[in-house]
């Protein structure tokens, strides 16, 4: 079992900066492949970014690709989203999850936190 909290979401104007922060328990936390999702209302939730183990890898979607950073600190037991640049269409529900594998798959990854709100406005 592993457990995730999110946390860091709010309401930011376009331009602008937001870290979330995702605090994981339970199961040895260093052997797990990491990724943040999204979700908008109405739409499916979809792939931000992953990072595997050891956090020397990483992936992101296309649309924050340079923008966003995914980054993890074992010896914590966190994992971070650095959100940079945001846009209006970045606003959506925030999760982390967490699984055996990286990969940009919602289906491949076990366990999720409850999700945070993020909201750009223009």
């Known amino acids: 079992q592993v457990q995730l909290v999110e946390s860091g979401g709010g309401l930011v104007q376009a331009g602008g900066s937001l870290r979330l922060s995702c605090a994981a328990s339970g199961r040895t936390f260093s052997i797990l492949a990491l990724g943040w999702f999204r979700q908008a209302p109405g739409q499916e939730r979809e792939f931000v970014a992953s990072i595997n183990r050891s956090g020397g890898r990483t992936t992101y979607a296309d649309s924050v690709k340079g923008r966003f950073t995914i980054s993890r600190d074992n010896a914590k037991q966190m994992v971070y989203l650095q959100m940079n640049i945001l846009k209006p269409e970045d606003t959506a529900v925030y999760y982390c999850?967490?699984?055996?594998?990286?990969?940009?798959?919602?289906?491949?990854?076990?366990?999720w936190g409850q999700g945070t709100q993020v909201t750009v406005s223009s």
């Open positions: 999850a967490s699984g055996v594998i990286m990969t940009i798959g919602a289906r491949a990854y076990d366990y």
